[in-house]
């Protein structure tokens, strides 16, 4: 590996300027030498205010011309599918947002090729990069690990929709529109649904899949959906071990603040977690330990200080580690295809609780 990881982008729209490249031509272990953007203006602009010196209409192009060891590839996940094993194929370490794909069945597809050629497929959940959340998860896993607090016995995750881009400047844009992606077309939605649970189900791994995600990874093991109910506020799951979880997405209207907790209850105690704003900058997030006392002992409550971070700055300095072989991916693409199981799991049992109705 040189000292440089050499990394080529695919796509610089909102979240291509904003949460990925903001973050990587900061980070000095590697160097962002080319863009594919079909917009060309555009491509030009942000190739010159990221010091980005070729740019490639396409990420074929890109591919063929340019010495690459990882790319980022930023675009519509319905597109995922048909670009990501062009780069996978090529050999390349790959970041994308979440979700992987559309469809588990897919997913699969990806995460055999990503095994089959050796390289990394790292889907973007940042959140599990935020140093929040890292804290909790090593925190869980002592107390399941050492067994003094008893079980994990119930995990709750609740998002309200909220202000997600937290006032965050816009991207750079020349106004030009992108012309067809010759050969790339979206995914279609599983076929078993109709309309309504098509786009309930998009909405749902557009915006739910990061919970979702996180949700296994501060378990620590794999989990089923059982109930949803019918007014697509809440679903109930169980885990391997037997945790009840429960997903709360009901909203009130929020448009100014950000609310996203977790909490991993034991028999004994329990790890809080507060997300930050998927754009709030310098935000590490904040967690809080309760453990309860034993006959003749006093309830302790502790909030460890969160050291700040930005979960996407967080997120691309550990991929770049990754790639340069220093640390194993917290995100793989087997936990992604699992995710998109939840999510099928979710929408039929969302189809049970409707048609009782």
């Known amino acids: 590996m040189p000292d440089k990881v050499r990394i080529g982008f695919v796509g610089c729209g909102y979240m291509g300027q904003k949460a990925h490249l903001d973050n990587f031509v900061t980070i000095p272990e590697c160097e962002v030498v080319a863009l594919a953007e079909g917009r060309r203006q555009t491509a030009e602009l942000v190739a010159r205010r990221y010091g980005i010196l070729r740019v490639y209409p396409d990420h074929r192009a890109m591919l063929a011309a340019a010495d690459l060891d990882a790319v980022v590839a930023i675009m519509g996940y319905h597109l995922h599918h048909a670009v990501v094993p062009d780069l996978l194929a090529a050999g390349k370490h790959v970041l994308t947002e979440k979700p992987m794909c559309i469809r588990a069945q897919t997913g699969r597809r990806l995460a055999a090729l990503a095994r089959?050629?050796?390289?990394?497929?790292?889907?973007?959940?940042?959140?599990?990069?935020?140093?929040?959340?890292q804290l909790a998860v090593r925190t869980i896993r002592q107390w399941q690990a050492g067994g003094e607090h008893g079980r994990l016995t119930y995990l709750r995750a609740a998002m309200p929709p909220g202000d997600w881009t937290f006032g965050i400047e816009g991207p750079l844009s020349a106004g030009d529109a992108p012309p067809p992606y010759e050969g790339v077309t979206g995914e279609p939605l599983p076929p078993d649904l109709n309309e309504a649970e098509a786009g309930t189900y998009d909405a749902f791994v557009n915006y739910y899949i990061h919970q979702v995600n996180l949700i296994r990874y501060l378990l620590g093991e794999d989990y089923t959906v059982e109930y949803a109910d019918a007014g697509g506020a809440t679903f109930t799951a169980r885990s391997a071990s037997g945790v009840t979880v429960v997903l709360e997405m009901h909203g009130y209207g929020l448009r100014d603040g950000w609310e996203e907790t977790y909490r991993a209850l034991f028999e004994g105690g329990k790890v809080e977690l507060s997300i930050p704003s998927p754009m709030a900058r310098q935000r590490g997030g904040e967690v809080s330990v309760f453990?309860?006392?034993?006959?003749?002992?006093?309830?302790?409550?502790?909030?460890?200080?969160?050291?700040?971070?930005?979960?996407?700055?967080?997120?691309?300095?550990?991929?770049?580690?990754?790639?340069?072989?220093?640390?194993?991916?917290?995100?793989?693409?087997?936990?992604?295809?699992?995710?998109?199981?939840?999510?099928?799991?979710?929408?039929?049992?969302?189809?049970?609780?409707?048609?009782?109705?």
Request: with cysteine; aromatic share 10%.
């Open 291 to 357: 453990v309860g006392g034993a006959e003749g002992r006093d309830d302790v409550l502790t909030e460890p200080l969160v050291r700040p971070g930005w979960p996407f700055l967080e997120q691309a300095r550990h991929f770049v580690r990754c790639v340069r072989g220093e640390e194993e991916p917290w995100s793989v693409p087997d936990d992604a295809v699992k995710d998109l199981e939840v999510a099928e799991q979710y929408v039929a049992c969302l189809r049970r609780s409707r048609g009782a109705l």
């Open 116 to 133: 089959e050629q050796g390289v990394i497929y790292y889907v973007g959940y940042m959140k599990r990069s935020a140093p929040a959340t």
